[in-house]
């Protein structure tokens, strides 16, 4: 804490750093973190800034795309619906409350067409769609091509995701079925394949974090909604930023599912 004099910004009583140390709980992530001596304030802010953006805006993009995916196939949205009933072998009558509280790890295990419903959400609609990276010393990329030092090398999961010599000539159709196996079970490809996180040492650390948040989140929806585009004929356009969002809004009707 006394490291916060060094920068009176940090000290603005609006200030998130300032707030979390005067809240300071032992048990939390940013408490350790401000446990350690050389812990610098505006690093320590950076991280909490980090874990909202990667943690947030990324999940809740997906989210918005996927509903989006389940209106335009109601197909796929129905066969979602189905399998989460049966893994949650949750019966008539059962209110949201009481199915949200008894969701448990290994029913959400058993939700393979789910995952494979997100994962083509994210191969088609990436939460980060264009990702760059600044090198820190002169190299060689695998294919021979050479960078210098504070040269910026950029991959585009969005355009990567629709290739076709990468995912077959079907790379432009939604179609999870291309994620399971013979039985039905989920199959991950290469993350150097599909680089929705990231791939190799640097691979997004919240990768298995947002798969059970996102499943989580559409069993609660899925199991008791039905949602349809409230007008069908209107397209809808994404907007590139840090996040791939969709441009305006997402305008929906919700039907309660019967059981």
Known sequence: MQKSQDDPSLMNPCSLLYVCQIQWKKEDMLS???QLTDANPKYLR???LNFIIAGKDTTATTLSWFVYMLCEHP?????????IKDATGSKEGVNIAEFAASLSEEALDKMHYLHAALSETLRLYPAVPVDAKECLSDDTLPDGFSV???NMVAYQPYAMGRMRFIWGDDAEAFKPERWLDENGCYK???SFKFIAFQAGPRICLGKEFAYRQMKI???VLL??????????KKKVNYRTMLN???????NVRVFHRLD
Request: net charge positive; proline share 2%.
């Open 244 to 250: 791939l969002r969709i441009d305006g809004e997402l």
């Open 32 to 34: 350790r973190f401000m």
């Open 188 to 190: 991950p490809e290469s």
């Open 75 to 83: 197909r796929v949205q129905e066969k979602v619906a189905k399998e």
């Open 148 to 150: 210098k030092k504070g």
């Open 217 to 219: 989140f559409s069993s």
């Open 223 to 232: 199991r008791f909604f039905i949602f349809k585009l409230s007008d069908e």
């Open 46 to 48: 950076d991280i909490i």
